[in-house]
């Protein structure tokens, strides 16, 4: 597993101060997240939803003062959407 580059992002959240902010959002909301759902090899996962939100945000190029907990609280709500969908689908879930 030491392999696997999101097994080194986590592993990065020790040497937090190094890291930009986005980056540090990033695993803020793949802790925080993981935490409620109890399952490491989630993160993968989580790391493209809240990619994929930052993707759609509507950052101006020449803005250097980003809001990075808005990706967060965006990737949040589609997570919800998801399980949502996913327990909708199959209750024993």
Same mark, same amino acid.
């Given at each position: 597993?030491? @392999?696997?580059?999101?097994?080194a992002? @986590? #592993? ?10 986005? *980056? /540090?959002?990033?695993? *803020?909301?793949?802790?925080?997240? %993981? %935490?409620?759902?109890?399952? #490491? ?14 993707a ?8 250097? %003062? /980003?809001?990075? /907990?808005?990706? &967060?609280?965006?990737? &949040?709500?589609r ?12 209750? /024993?879930?």
């Amino acid at each position: 597993m030491s @392999g696997d580059p999101f097994y080194a992002l @986590g #592993s990065a959240m020790r040497s937090d101060e190094s890291r930009s902010a986005p *980056q /540090r959002e990033l695993l *803020q909301f793949i802790s925080a997240v %993981d %935490d409620l759902i109890v399952r #490491s090899s989630n993160t993968h996962f989580l790391t493209e939803i809240w990619l994929d939100e930052l993707a759609q945000m509507d950052f101006t190029s020449s803005s250097t %003062d /980003r809001n990075w /907990r808005l990706v &967060s609280l965006a990737a &949040s709500e589609r997570l919800i959407q998801l399980l949502v969908q996913s327990q909708l689908r199959d209750p /024993r879930i």
